[in-house]
């Protein structure tokens, strides 16, 4: 039987790439679904549900974003040791 080499010191990176795929995908999506807010009740503040909503939208994608930048650092460092890692066993 043939041994499966240890992982990396970083360890793999994957899951964490699909979470940021994952993160970033209702802030581009939900804004191109136009039914979901194409309309003006409820109104907040006076402002008709459009309004507010794209608003809210917006702010909803700046925190899935920043999450996303957050994620994909840490899989980036993991990914450099891995790679530093691979390199030093040669």
Known sequence: ???VPDRPA?????GLWILVLVLLAPAVVVPLVVP???RTDPELFGFPFFFWFQFALVLGAAVLTASAFVLSSRA??????????RRDER
């Open 10 to 14: 970083g360890g793999s990176s994957r």
């Open 76 to 85: 980036d460092a993991r990914d450099k040791a891995a790679r530093r890692s």
């Open 36 to 38: 979901i807010y194409d």
């Open 1 to 3: 039987m043939t041994e």
